[in-house]
């Protein structure tokens, strides 16, 4: 992008007025950037009036542009008459192209209906499905519970006999049968 920005387009085009025009030639003597882009685009916009002059010597317009009977069918078909009615392509046909071949019928009219293909249908279920597991899982599922504290009653059991100098006596409730 140049210094001069939009006024740099008008200056090639040649829109600006006098004193505008005179800023931008000065900038353009200082600033190499602005030069070059302003050479640049003196060279497209050349480049681009070269492409629409017809060859010299061709008394026919550019190959690629539309000839006069074209343009007027054109704007035949622009009126409110519609197109003219001795144009070949307007007149239905009549019978079989080739023989041996059934006569085409002409198509009635068929009322516009939108149908909705099944792989569309299937998509859109399987997406729901996956979004409902999804939020099922998120909203509640199975949750795992935290480990219980379980306090280590033996080595407390020996902290204390030896702070205390007693030794812990197990209930006989609690002992094992003997066999």
Partial sequence: MSCLGERLTALVDGELDHDERD??????AVCRACRQ??????????RLRSLAV??????????????????SRLRALGQAGGPPADIAWNRPSQGAVRP??????????????RRVPRRYLAVGAA????????ASYVAGGRTE???????AFDRLQVEHALTNGMIPVPEPSSLPAAP
């Fill in 23 to 28: 800023r931008a030639l000065a900038h353009l």
């Fill in 37 to 46: 882009e302003a050479d640049m685009m003196r060279r497209i916009k050349d």
């Fill in 54 to 71: 017809p060859a010299a010597g061709s008394s026919a317009g550019a190959p690629d542009l539309p000839d006069e009977e074209f343009l």
């Fill in 100 to 113: 041996g071949r059934p006569a085409v019928r002409p198509l009635a009219p068929v009322p516009a209906r």
């Fill in 127 to 134: 997406a729901m499905m996956l979004g409902l597991g999804s």
């Fill in 145 to 151: 519970q935290p480990p219980a504290v379980v306090p």
